[in-house]
């Protein structure tokens, strides 16, 4: 926890209440407001948590008007550019770059985990084949805490160890088989001598009948996706995990409930909605309608894959995602893809218009990941499973940072009451 160093003071009424103020290592400075109702008889109001902090953490910081996103002080460029997923899930977890040593054990911890218990086959089997993937997800990764009663004492340090790397080992297995059972093909299990990203890819692709070898471009451009959708500070889904874990509920069942959050299009189900509209969208000139539409307060239609609760200038991610998409594209032989020039166009007239850059409207993460994922073979619906996958590592490092927190209590908001005060029951014969 910060030491207050500074104190604001509030007026309520005609009496003054001195609030602590903390300085961070980076960002704007917070007030504390913990006492605020004991002294002042007063709650804040902050529907969607604008302007306010649930937490203390070291994990991942984002500077929203310099478009910056640091994991433990790195730079996402340069993770994405340097590093490779597992290395940065170790990072995230354990606060530092691991020693060649410190990641070959890592890494071997992780493989050893990515089957699943036979008897869960079971479980997928009881979903109908048009299931989302996503409504797969939530159901299975909420059923491990009935196979896996070894790691759901989050108490037990050694448990919420196992737990975390389970739920990060698995989250492949469980994607890519629910991706199986909704196209009708037979579950293709882990193999513990490919990494991490390539078993993913296999398991989604390959099939019985023929082998199926893993193109170093796609594993390359999967392992770097994972790294850009790692962590990103208090995001619906993870201040979802870190509310639901507040109560002691066992770790699986809170990144359940972090699927089921990231599934809303406006988080993380944007990249599937996005690919949606550039296909509704089509060609570059109808780009005009849909901007003029995105402008219509009378018309909820949004331009997916744009704006940013946080970033104001851009999203890094979004910067290195575009570049992955140019890369693997070409690579593919695909880089005249019409959907990627349509997004190109319609990043390129969006930012030209004044209400986009009035409202400091920029191209998120979401904004390109489907044109990638498409191209290397993925419906939209696996989109993003593919997202909750590469978050998990988030997920669980908030939710271990959160568990270790001496500070740590059940999360339980207050309300500004506007309705009904006391009255008396009326019988029915008198309404
Ligand atoms: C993710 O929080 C995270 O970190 C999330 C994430 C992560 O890694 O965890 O980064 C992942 O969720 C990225 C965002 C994916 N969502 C989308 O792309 C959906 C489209 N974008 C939005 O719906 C919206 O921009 C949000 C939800 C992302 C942010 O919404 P805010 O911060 O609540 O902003 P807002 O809705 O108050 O919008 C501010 C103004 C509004 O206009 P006014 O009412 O002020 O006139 O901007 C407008 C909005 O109408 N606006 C848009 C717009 N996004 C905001 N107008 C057109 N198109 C858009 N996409």
């Known amino acids: 926890m910060a030491d207050s160093t500074k104190t604001a003071k509030l007026t309520i009424d005609g009496n003054d209440y001195e609030l602590p103020l903390y300085s961070p ?5 917070v007030l504390d407001i913990r006492k605020l109702y004991a002294q002042a ?31 433990r002080g790195y730079p996402i460029d340069q993770l994405a550019g340097k590093s490779h997923y597992l290395e940065v899930c170790y990072l995230l977890l354990y606060g530092e770059l691991p020693s060649p040593t410190e990641l070959e054990d890592f890494e071997n911890r992780v493989t050893n985990h990515t089957m699943l218990h036979e008897q869960m086959m079971n479980f997928f089997r009881g979903f109908r084949r048009d299931a989302h993937p996503m409504a797969v997800m939530v159901g299975v990764v909420g059923a491990m805490s009935a196979f896996y009663h070894d790691s759901t004492d989050i108490t037990d340090e050694w448990q919420r160890e196992v737990a975390s790397i389970r739920l990060i080992a698995k989250m492949p297995t469980i994607a890519a088989m629910a991706y199986k059972y909704t196209i009708g ?51 619906a889904s993870t201040s979802t995990v870190r509310l639901a874990s507040s109560s002691g509920a066992n770790p699986f069942a809170c990144i359940a409930a972090g ?45 997916m894959g744009f704006g940013h609760r946080v970033y104001k200038n851009h999203d890094p991610r979004a910067t290195v995602m575009k570049e992955s998409a140019d890369e693997v594209l070409e690579l593919l032989g695909v880089e005249n893809n019409p959907t990627l020039q349509v997004a190109k166009e319609l990043e390129k007239q969006a930012l030209e218009d004044p209400y986009f850059a009035e409202k400091k409207l920029f191209p998120n993460v979401d904004f390109y990941s489907g044109i990638i994922l498409e191209a290397m073979g993925f419906p939209t619906s696996m989109f993003t499973p593919i997202f909750a996958l590469s978050r998990t590592v988030g997920w669980v490092s908030q939710w271990k940072e959160m568990i270790g927190d001496p500070q740590n209590k059940i999360g339980r908001p207050r309300q500004l009451y506007l309705g009904e005060t006391t009255r008396d029951y009326v019988d029915i014969e008198n309404r």
């Open 41 to 71: 008889g007063v709650f804040t109001y902050d529907p969607g948590y604008t302007s306010t902090a649930s937490c203390d953490s070291t994990i991942t910081f984002i500077d929203g008007d310099k478009g910056v996103l640091l994991h």
């Open 259 to 303: 699927i089921a959050c990231l599934w809303g299009p406006a988080h993380g189900g944007a990249n599937q909605a996005c690919l949606e509209m550039l296909k509704e969208i089509g060609t570059p000139d109808r780009i005009p309608e849909f901007i003029a539409r995105a402008k219509d307060k009378n018309d909820p239609f949004r331009l």
């Open 25 to 29: 290592t980076a960002g704007p400075d």
């Open 185 to 235: 093909q037979p579950f293709e299990y882990p193999r513990n001598d490919l990494d991490y990203a390539s078993n993913f890819l296999r398991m989604c692709f390959a099939v019985p009948a023929e082998d199926y070898v893993v193109n170093p471009i796609l594993s390359r451009a999967m392992d770097r996706i994972f790294t850009l959708h790692a962590d990103h500070e208090q995001n």
